[in-house]
């Protein structure tokens, strides 16, 4: 039987959301290089995926953290996600932004959170988590418990398990780095060398350079 890291993983590859480029490497906003780049947004395009994600993460939800009683997506990469979730599960929906808006009512989070309301974060992406955990902060500064977050894709970077184990913050997701490797590998999407690339980006990728 397949995990929902592999089918998620495999289907990820199909529509090329996995970019490989060793020799011209991205940017993060973290400032870290990286040859690895994973453009979920690329999901919200194809219907019957965009479907697969909200079905999946609505389970996670529902089985993971029953006691939820809003969704809040973390700006911009998991408003639509979070949003339509929100209408599966027929839960309130708010969007956390990375810094308040500089003018109207300065929001940081858009939408109505009541105080003491059961919250769970959805989000695209997992890399650092350095700005998924700014928006549990905001929600947990409204007087709101955050239950947990479920996103479509983490790296699994230690930084990022010490950042979220510190938070006290559960991370639940659809795939992860290890599923998607293996899959691209599996199909010839990438072949031995990228992985000795990755492999190495992946063991100190603050300081990778390519």
Known sequence: METLEKIFASKLLKVKSIKLQPTNPFTWASGWKSPFYCDNRKTLSYPELRSF????????????????????????????????????????????????????????IEGELRPGMKVVVVEDLISTGGSSLKAVEAI???????????????????????????????????TNYEAVVAEAVRIGYIDAADVEVLNEWRKDPAHWNG
């Open 53 to 108: 994600v909200k079905i999946e993460i609505g389970r996670l939800i529902t089985e993971r953290f029953p006691e939820a009683d809003a969704i809040a997506g973390v700006a911009t990469g998991a408003i639509p996600q979070g949003a339509l979730v929100a209408d599966l599960l027929n839960l309130p929906f708010v969007y956390v932004r990375s810094k308040p808006k500089d003018h109207g009512l300065e929001n940081l």
């Open 140 to 174: 947990r500064n409204n007087g709101c418990e955050v239950c947990g977050m479920v996103a479509a894709y983490t790296y699994g970077f230690d930084v990022a398990a010490k950042a979220f184990k510190e938070a006290n913050v559960k991370l639940v997701t659809l």
